[in-house]
């Protein structure tokens, strides 16, 4: 979960595009700035557009929950528009 105080600088998105849908694997490259979380942990990063994701011994999961996939919950603004 990402925190705020001020919702009026947020701005939901209808999540169309596939960088909503589309989760990540370990070192693969950050399409979008933003706040990723994994799904098997609940573990958020911040990455930047172009950056490779954390590699694989990033951090570890206890048995059964699966794999490190990043899914993007915030995308940032980069452009300042
Ligand atoms: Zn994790």
Redesign the pocket.
């Known amino acids: 979960m990402a925190w705020y105080i001020d919702k009026s600088i947020l701005q939901t998105s209808d999540g169309n595009k596939d960088w909503w849908k589309k989760t990540y694997s370990p070192a693969d490259e950050v399409p979008v700035s933003g706040i990723y979380i994994?799904t098997?942990?609940k573990?958020e990063i911040t990455s930047n557009k172009g950056d490779k994701f954390p590699p694989q011994n990033h951090?570890q999961?206890p048995t059964g929950n699966g794999s490190?996939k990043w899914k993007l919950i915030v995308r940032t603004n980069m452009d300042g528009q």
């Open positions: 994994c098997g942990c573990r951090h999961h490190i």
